[in-house]
């Protein structure tokens, strides 16, 4: 019976080894740091130096570094349930925050059109759904459509559609304006092409720029 017992210690041995490694990596990954300059440089990475773009909820300890010249950079968070900021200067800081899904952007307040990033906390969002079909034709005599399979469109709901032109003729063209819209093929075109385009509520216009009389409206909501 005495020698039963090394066996039934090596359990409690192995939980003592291995459990601070765990704790120790799961603390690395949760580890980033912020390198700000030299020059034109920001830069967030994980524990292993890879750029950040996607993180998983949890909570961060942020190292933010500023190599870049006394007064010139900082580094600036935001996103949900953050908005912090650095000093302009070359003072190392260490931030304890908490993320959320959601995005999150940062940038130098000083340059942030050129100095700036954003990481995606937690899963990404759904693609947009495929953008409904329309048809679209002027020509070849004085006639000009647009159609939802084979309605004649006199109304749509708002959201993103995949437009069919079909151009037969050399003296008219089809032009579709309206809210964020203004697509047409050129008069002298004579073929087909697409359009991806958002339709959003309000008025729109498909029409000739050459013949007056070919003008339809139809209204979206």
Same mark, same amino acid.
């Given at each position: &019976?005495? +020698? =039963? ?6 359990? +409690?041995? +192995?939980?003592?080894?291995? =459990? ?24 967030? /990475? ?18 933010? !570094? ?17 908005? &912090?900021? *650095? ?11 908490? #993320?959320?899904?959601? #995005? ?5 307040? %000083?340059?942030?059109?050129? &100095?700036?990033? *954003? ?12 953008? !409904? ?12 459509? =647009?159609?939802?399979? /084979? ?6 709901? %708002? ?8 151009? =037969?003729? $050399? /003296?008219?063209?089809?032009? +579709? ?14 073929? *087909? ?6 339709? !959003?509520?309000? $008025? ?7 013949? $007056? ?9």
């Amino acid at each position: &019976m005495p +020698l =039963l017992r090394p066996l039934l210690l090596l359990p +409690l041995v +192995l939980a003592a080894v291995l =459990l601070p490694g765990s704790a120790q990596s799961a603390a690395a990954s949760n580890q980033l740091t912020v390198t700000v300059g030299p020059g034109f440089s920001i830069k967030v /990475a994980d524990a292993n130096g890879q750029t950040v773009s996607n993180l998983d909820p949890g909570d961060y300890s942020i190292t933010i !570094k500023n190599l870049s010249p006394a007064s010139e950079h900082n580094f600036h968070l935001t996103g949900p349930g953050v908005n &912090m900021a *650095s000093a302009f200067d070359n003072v190392t800081v260490t931030w304890n925050v908490t #993320l959320v899904d959601g #995005l999150y952007k940062y940038q130098c307040d %000083a340059h942030p059109t050129i &100095m700036k990033g *954003s990481i995606r906390v937690g899963p990404p969002p759904p693609p947009p759904p495929a953008p !409904k079909k329309l048809t679209g034709k002027v020509g070849p005599a004085k006639v000009i459509s =647009l159609k939802k399979g /084979a309605s004649a469109v006199k109304s749509l709901v %708002a959201g993103r559609y995949r437009i069919a032109v079909s151009d =037969l003729t $050399k /003296a008219d063209n089809f032009h +579709l304006s309206g809210p964020g819209v203004n697509k047409k093929t050129g008069v002298k075109f004579k073929g *087909s092409t697409s359009w991806t385009v958002t339709i !959003k509520t309000g $008025k729109y216009t498909f029409r000739s720029d050459a013949t $007056k009389k070919l003008r339809r409206t139809f209204s979206v909501s």
